[in-house]
């Protein structure tokens, strides 16, 4: 049996199917090997990065060469967990590291690295934690709100039995407001509890949501602010509830013009993505909406809470508009997630294509 027969089965050919990002550096630490998971944990090319130094092909390595260099020059491996790997001002990597030195066809030592990333082991449990926080919010807010609208409309009621006993229209300018405030304490009740029917899900593109919300604010743009789009026009069709896809998309896009004031840029960006995790289930195919934009970015004390209802950055907001949307999100089984700094606030919506996996 010819060996070009088991070639799917070739030592790079398993490598390029493993999720450990596997790299190797020869004795001179130049890049001898990239798997397919570290050209995408570090956002390089294998074929740009081949016999180039470690440092200069991988810059989030850069901090390590004398760390690599004993290990190469001692023969000794080591690991570490939860190591922070940083490449200029973006956000750092989190990973475990296992450094492993061995002998290579030339008889040369070299060294094996290999990278775990937990971005998405920290990201599923933040995410999990995210989904607990909301459903005792919602309960909490439950009880709240049966406990508001009672009294709310025997105070309504009686304010329009007062209203009737009185002539005097001065007088009736006081039971107006009684009667107009209590409606507004009620319109915040209802926002509180969210919708009042489970969604009705029909097939419908992605984009036509999207499009229909872009139109509605387009026309009240400032001038300074672009509202760009980047579609992924062969993404298929959801079953979604097109009316609550609309209120979720125009409170993250409304958000992300208040936050510019009156310049900058927002960017619609749909794509897929394959095995993902939501809520401890994991989807064979999800779509992400991106709401990006260029504005100051959300304060770092504030990210954590921005989900929760009543936070707001800005004084004349409600704080309702991102619970809201994320319990919708919910209601499709998806989930809404925000990494936020100077110069790009990002706000991506995943929902889910098919069954879960379980």
Not at 9 to 24: Q, S
Not at 59 to 72: F, I, N, Q, S, V
Not at 221 to 246: F, K, T
């Amino acid at each position: 049996m010819r060996s070009d027969e088991h070639s799917e089965h070739r030592p790079d050919t398993i490598l390029d199917n493993l999720k450990t990002a596997v790299v190797c550096l020869d004795s001179r630490l130049r890049v001898t090997y990239l798997n397919t998971a570290s050209e995408m944990l570090f956002g390089v090319s294998a074929r740009h990065c081949d016999q180039e130094a470690f440092d200069k092909a991988l810059p989030y390595l850069a901090d390590h060469r004398a760390r690599l260099t004993a290990a190469l020059t001692e023969g000794a491996a080591y690991t570490e967990r939860e190591l922070h790997l940083r490449a200029g001002g973006g956000d750092p990597l989190i990973v475990d590291c296992t450094v492993t030195p061995f002998t290579d066809q030339a008889g040369e030592s070299a060294l094996l690295l290999e990278f775990l990333s937990l971005d998405r082991q920290l990201r599923i449990s933040r995410d999990d934690q995210m989904r607990i926080q909301n459903l005792a919010n919602r309960e909490m807010i439950r009880g709240m709100a049966h406990e508001i609208k009672n009294p709310l409309g025997g105070l309504r009621g009686a304010a329009q039995l007062l209203e009737r006993e009185i002539d005097d229209d001065g007088l009736k300018e006081y039971t107006t407001v009684i009667i107009r405030e209590a409606d507004r304490l009620q319109n915040l009740v209802d926002d509180l509890l969210g919708p009042r029917r489970p969604p009705n899900k029909q097939p419908l593109n992605i984009h036509e949501p999207l499009e229909h919300v872009r139109a509605l604010i387009d026309t009240e743009l400032p001038p300074g602010i672009a509202l760009e789009r980047d579609y992924d026009p062969s993404i298929p069709e959801v079953c979604a509830d097109r009316e609550q896809l609309i209120q979720t998309f125009f409170n993250l896009v409304g958000n992300a013009v208040t936050a510019l004031g009156s310049s900058g840029n927002i960017l619609l960006r749909t794509r897929t993505q394959r095995l993902f995790t939501i809520g401890g289930v994991k989807h064979r195919l999800v779509i992400r909406v991106d709401v990006v934009d260029n504005g100051p970015g959300i304060p770092r004390d504030l990210l954590p809470r921005i989900f929760h209802p009543m936070v707001s950055s800005r004084a004349e907001g409600s704080g309702m508009g991102l619970p809201i949307a994320q319990y919708l999100v919910h209601l499709h089984d998806g989930l809404i997630e925000c990494e936020s700094r100077p110069g790009q606030t990002v706000f991506s919506v995943f929902l889910p294509m098919e069954a879960s996996d379980g």
